[in-house]
């Protein structure tokens, strides 16, 4: 059973710090691997992730996937007050039949950042 | 439209009653996926369509949960006799076509409460 491991669960810390999120997998047939960002609403997409080592950058968000440890890791860099939120990992692989796009999440990570 | 549409974004029910929720995908998005959301945890997989064809519904938790999608555009959710373990945010996601590896983008969820 695919399964998707994120950590720390929470982390508070102030503005302007630098952070890394975790995020540990198992999933049969790897295709992607998906950051999203979740404040009230909708899960907003971050970055998606197929290749080892080839690190993908927005602004001062960044991420990079090993598949051969089979981790992640959500680096921000200069905290804002505005990055609060919780932030998700998820990992989509093919199942036998090579059908089904269905996302595996993690619990999430929830970041808190103060002024 | 430009994004994930979902309706209604609050939903309040009697132990017992029957519910639907309705998900618009963006306009030519050829998968449409459900998932729930409880409390605290990530999203988990329900139920997965490619035009108008239900291709998994192995996440849907008992056979009061049911899924449409007739006409490849629209989707609805229908849950018969809710109970209170249904509490959930309800979330719709769809992405451009099966095999294209992108994204899936996010509704902003239903958020059902049964009483």
């Known amino acids: 059973e695919d399964k998707v491991v994120q950590s720390p669960l929470s982390l508070v810390v102030h503005e302007g710090d630098t952070v890394t999120l975790n995020c540990s997998y198992e999933v049969t047939n790897f295709r992607s691997l998906l950051w999203y960002k979740q404040e009230k609403k909708a899960p907003t997409f971050l970055f998606m992730l197929?290749?080892?080592?080839i690190e993908k950058k927005s602004g001062r968000l960044s991420s990079i996937l090993d598949k051969k440890e089979l981790f992640s890791i959500l680096n921000i860099t200069a905290t804002q007050t505005g990055d609060s939120a919780v932030y998700l990992c998820?990992?989509?692989?093919?199942?036998?039949?090579?059908?089904?796009?269905?996302?595996?999440f993690g619990k999430g990570t929830k970041l808190t950042v103060n002024p | 439209g430009a994004g994930v549409s979902q309706s209604p974004r609050y939903k309040v029910a009697k132990r017992g009653q029957d519910v639907a929720l309705r998900c618009d995908p963006i306009s030519g998005h050829v998968s449409l996926f459900w998932y729930q959301q409880a409390l605290g945890q990530g999203p988990e997989f329900l139920t997965y369509?490619?035009?108008?064809?239900?291709?998994?519904k192995s996440g849907l938790p008992s056979d009061r949960f049911f899924a449409e999608r007739p006409e490849g555009s629209v989707s609805t959710l229908k849950i018969q006799r809710t109970q209170q373990e249904d509490s959930a945010v309800y979330l719709c996601?769809?992405?451009?076509?099966?095999?294209?590896?992108?994204?899936?983008?996010f509704g902003d969820g239903t958020r059902l409460s049964i009483l």
């Open positions: 998820a990992v989509n692989g093919k199942d036998a039949q090579g059908g089904s796009e269905k996302l595996v």
């Open positions: 197929t290749s080892s080592g």
């Open positions: 369509f490619q035009n108008e064809a239900q291709l998994d």
């Open positions: 996601a769809s992405s451009p076509r099966y095999g294209s590896n992108q994204p899936q983008h």
